[in-house]
């Protein structure tokens, strides 16, 4: 071959990762040759790329041509969950898919027909596109997408209306930064240079993390707190802040109701008293509310580790409120950081206007529960798509039971053969990021980028738009000649930008649209609340109602004597989420402080049992001096391959949900470690 055979396509990165890259990509063939980030400069990319991608996106070849690449449509010709498939065409699935939901809606009505999906691509035009106009015309149950980020979006929509925060370019600006929750040199890898660059310009860094992580142990202060209690640490600072004349007055009058409500909620929250229930010291609580006080601007950047668990959503809140508190807003580099992906008010949301008319409503984190012993109409059909709900979703092993119901018509649609597809009657094969076109909403930065398909699909590999609409014609819930097409979905999305006066000629050139309020702009000057009365909400009425213990409520630790350890699942560098997770070879071992391990006689290398009530995971024993004693360690995103037993920490995660939002309690996981016998491993 040639190298003038070769072509250059620019792109951008969809995957469930706050940056967005914009990409170039080398296509020989109709297949990928190399794949990187567009050089730094380039006219119209988005800055946050700043000529770098993470190796995940960089090995992409691998996914796309591996040998876990989905690429026929296949139908099950074993047990369930056995994984035997044989392959059939486009049309026989399509035909099988059809006629399977038309006969559960017949029998049991269109609601029993379950869709489920999640991450796997944040395009706007591969979910809450064509999938919208299948399902919602069909009538099937609706599924609260709450497995991430739910506890979190709900305190920044009551307390913010999402107003955007600090965009990751003023992180050099600020005094002082403070990482909470949050992983970005794994997980949103381009705000790293903007905190080297202010650390080297003498900002002050704080980290609040129960992992002495990689940017903890650059930090002057890491608060390495125990799992679940960030509520009591945030109180704590807005108590102090009250009590020592710290807090500023003047901006709260100006932008904030609800302030004596919050004053009122962080009362009981004393240093000491905080300090005890978080594991730290009162000294270390001081200097950080010190600290926290003294510097400006200072920047926060609230991460997702805080609200995966009871209290997450109080935790979410009370965090987003320092910022208020302490006066911190108003200049650039103060503030916070949090997702954007609410940050364009509406103007940027979907493809389609479909009203959803079902009553039957499923929490995804309860799929396991709802499968077997369901709140509501039961469900017939599962169709899995952009998710893997085996690897991901709470309680696996009931999950895993669910899936393995004879009487459930599965559909799995993926680009690869996942944990989840083995329990498929049909698995239909997607296309990925690269060869299909997408629309793209950051949430990291404030981007808007065109995914354009560069490489030619796999195989048989179709996209879900196509698909869903396929399945929708022939249930005739869309009319020939009334078909969208992707560009069609494309311009409706972009409608509103439009009216609002956005130029998004940038989208068909390779280039970004931002939001209104630009790139990045100063809270309080630039952007404001978008809240009814454009003030900050402290003590939302609809938060207060839907709070299992009252405003700024904390529930203590769900620790017992049996399972003592708090279970922490955070994200690998080498995926995301579940997604490139095949790619890990050999096992993955799960974690504990050496002090912990030694007090169960437990070495590095050995083989465990973690368990609790819920399941049990058999793998290798690592030790972590970095972790917080009483933590235990294994990340998301694995697969069953990656452990002894083929459970990962999900089947210790409990399907309980958090505060706020109905979101996922994963390092609500209490559990205990001991050696594994020797003949208890395998399955
Ligand atoms: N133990 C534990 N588990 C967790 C968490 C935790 O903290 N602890 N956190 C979780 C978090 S943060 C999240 S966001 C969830 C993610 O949960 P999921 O969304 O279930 O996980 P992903 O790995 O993102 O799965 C996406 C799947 O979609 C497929 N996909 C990608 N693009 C397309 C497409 O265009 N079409 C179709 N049809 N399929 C596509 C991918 O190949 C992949 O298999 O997992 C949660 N799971
Ligand atoms: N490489 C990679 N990048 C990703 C992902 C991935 O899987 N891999 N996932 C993407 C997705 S879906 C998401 S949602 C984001 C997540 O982005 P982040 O929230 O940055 O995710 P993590 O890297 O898991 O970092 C969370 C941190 O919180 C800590 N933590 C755990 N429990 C607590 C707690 O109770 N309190 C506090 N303060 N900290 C706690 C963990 O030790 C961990 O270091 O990342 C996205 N980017
Ligand atoms: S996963 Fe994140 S860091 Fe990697 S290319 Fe995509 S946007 Fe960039
Ligand atoms: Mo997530």
Redesign the pocket.
């Known amino acids: 071959m040639s190298d003038t055979s070769v072509r250059t396509v620019r792109t951008a990165c969809p995957l469930?990762c706050p940056d967005s890259c914009s990409l170039v990509v080398d296509v020989a063939e109709g297949k990928l040759a190399r794949i990187d980030a567009v050089p730094v400069g380039t006219p119209g990319s988005n800055p946050a790329t700043q000529g770098f991608i993470c190796g995940k996106v960089r090995r992409i070849g691998q996914h796309l041509y591996g040998p876990e690449r989905l690429t026929t449509p296949l139908r099950r010709v074993g047990a369930k969950g056995e994984g035997r498939f044989e392959p059939i065409s486009w049309n026989t699935a399509l035909d099988l898919v059809a006629e399977g939901m038309r006969a559960v809606a017949q029998t049991h009505g269109p609601e029993a027909v379950l869709p489920l999906c999640?991450?796997?691509?944040n395009g706007l035009l591969?979910q809450d596109a064509a999938d919208a106009i299948l399902f919602r015309r069909f009538g099937a149950a609706r599924l609260l997408r709450t497995?991430?980020a739910a506890p979190s979006s709900a305190a920044y929509q009551a307390l913010y209306g999402r107003m955007p925060g600090v965009a990751y370019s003023d992180y050099d600006q600020a005094q002082l930064i403070v990482i909470w929750g949050a992983n970005p040199k794994a997980s949103g890898i381009h705000l790293v240079p903007a905190i080297d660059a202010a650390l080297e310009r003498g900002a002050h860094l704080v980290v609040v993390d129960p992992r002495r992580t990689g940017l903890a142990k650059k930090a002057h202060l890491h608060l390495a707190l125990r799992p679940g209690t960030d509520l009591c640490l945030a109180l704590a600072l807005i108590r102090w802040m009250f009590h020592e004349g710290r807090a500023d007055e003047r901006f709260l009058a100006a932008h904030a109701n609800g302030v004596d409500e919050l004053r009122a909620a962080a009362e009981p929250w004393t240093l000491e008293r905080a300090a005890g229930e978080c594991g730290l010291s009162v000294d270390q609580v001081r200097a950080f509310a010190e600290v926290y006080c003294a510097a400006r601007p200072a920047v926060l950047r609230v991460g997702?580790g805080q609200e995966?668990n009871r209290n997450g959503g109080f935790a979410t809140a009370a965090i987003l409120a320092l910022p208020a508190v302490a006066g911190h807003f108003g200049v650039r580099g103060g503030g916070f950081t949090a997702s954007t992906s609410g940050a364009w008010g509406g103007l940027l949301d979907t493809a389609v206007d479909e009203p959803d008319r079902a009553q039957r409503v499923v929490n995804m984190n309860r799929l396991g529960r709802e499968l077997l012993e369901p709140e509501g109409t039961p469900i017939h059909a599962l169709f899995v798509?952009?998710?893997?709900?085996l690897?991901?979703?709470p309680d696996q092993e009931r999950v895993r039971r669910g899936l393995a119901r004879e009487d459930l018509l599965t559909i799995v649609?993926?680009?690869?053969a996942?944990d989840t597809a083995r329990f498929a009657d049909i698995v239909l094969p997607?296309?990925?990021?690269l060869e299909?076109l997408d629309l793209h909403k950051s949430y990291g930065t404030l981007a808007l980028q065109r995914v354009n398909p560069a490489v030619d699909a796999h195989g048989e590999a179709r996209?879900?738009h196509e698909v869903f609409l396929d399945i929708a014609e022939r249930l005739g819930l869309v009319t020939e000649g009334k078909r969208p097409s992707l560009l069609d979905l494309e311009s409706r999305v972009v409608a509103p930008l439009r009216k609002a006066g956005v130029d998004t000629a940038a989208l068909e050139l390779d280039g970004y649209v931002t939001a209104p309020g630009g790139y990045a702009p100063i809270p309080f000057v630039d952007v404001f609340p978008r809240t009814p009365d454009d003030r900050i909400d402290l003590a939302p009425a609809q938060l207060a109602a839907e709070a299992p213990v009252g405003l700024y409520g904390y529930r203590p630790d769900p620790a017992s004597e049996a399972f003592p350890l708090a279970l922490i699942?955070?994200a690998l560098a080498r995926t995301?989420?579940?997604?490139f997770a095949q790619l890990i070879e050999g096992q993955v071992a799960l974690t504990l402080h050496p002090d912990d391990a030694a007090a169960r006689g437990l070495e590095a290398g050995g083989a465990v049992r973690v368990f609790n009530e819920l399941g049990e995971v058999h793998c290798e024993l690592g030790l972590d001096p970095d972790l917080r004693p009483g933590v235990a360690c294994l990340p998301?995103?694995l697969w069953e391959r990656h452990t002894t037993n083929g459970n990962?920490?999900?089947a210790l995660?409990p399907d309980t949900l958090t505060d706020l939002g109905g979101g996922?309690c994963?390092n609500d996981a209490r559990v205990q470690v001991e050696n594994l016998p020797a003949r208890a491993g395998g399955k």
């Open positions: 469930d999640y991450g796997g691509s591969t497995v991430c997702w995966r798509y952009n998710a893997n709900p690897a991901t979703l649609f993926d680009a690869v996942t997607a296309t990925t990021f299909h996209c879900n699942s955070p995301t989420s579940s997604t998301k995103g990962t920490s999900n995660c996922a994963f």
